[in-house]
Each structure stands twice: as structure tokens, then as C-alpha cells.
């Protein structure tokens, strides 16, 4: 099993109440049942205010490199992926246990 987990921060005087924001975070949400290879799925927006504090956040899980690579090329990821490049930056980290 491999954990998927990607952390976003918005860019400087990006708020997520911004139209394009809501939109690509319902564009993650929409995901958990669209994409069979995701075995769970969590995201959501941060609950604490710290300055080290990523804004948004998605956790999941897939079987094997083989679903994570499935997973990221899906066309509904790449398309929901792609909104955030316009106003975010990320981190991912993909952990196996």
C-alpha cells in the first residue's frame, strides 16, 4: 500500500475564497469516487494558522506504484492538478507500508 500525500500552499495574496480556489478544491474532492485505483481518499483545507502551515491538503491511498502511476496520469487529476498551478505550489511525499 503507498500513501499519496500532497500539501499546497496558495501564492502570496491568493485567498480561498477566490472563485478559482473553490473550484479547484471541489475539483479534488469530486475525485475520491471517480478514480478506481484510490483505495482512500481525504482532503481538505487546514485547520490551524501557523507560518509554516501548508493551506490544503490530499491524502490517500493506492495499492502499488502501479495504481499511484494510474492515479496521476487519470485525466479528471491531471485536469483538477492543473487548476491549482495557477495560484499554488506544492509538496508531495508517497510513503509504502
Not at 501557523?50 to 495499492?63: G, H, L, P, S
Not at 491549482?84 to 505550489?89: G, K
Amino acid at each position: 500500500m503507498i500513501r499519496h500525500l500532497v500539501l499546497f500552499k496558495l501564492n502570496e495574496g491568493v485567498g480561498r475564497d477566490e472563485p478559482r480556489v473553490v473550484a479547484a478544491a471541489e475539483a479534488f474532492a469530486a475525485l475520491g469516487p471517480v478514480i478506481p485505483e484510490l483505495k482512500s481518499w481525504q482532503c481538505g483545507w487546514n485547520i490551524t494558522v501557523r507560518d509554516i502551515a501548508y493551506d490544503y491538503a490530499i491524502a490517500c491511498d493506492v495499492e502499488d506504484t502501479d495504481a499511484l502511476a494510474r492515479y496521476l496520469s487519470h485525466p479528471d487529476h491531471q485536469a483538477a492538478a492543473a487548476r491549482w498551478r495557477e495560484f499554488a505550489t506544492w509538496v508531495i511525499a508517497d510513503l509504502e507500508s
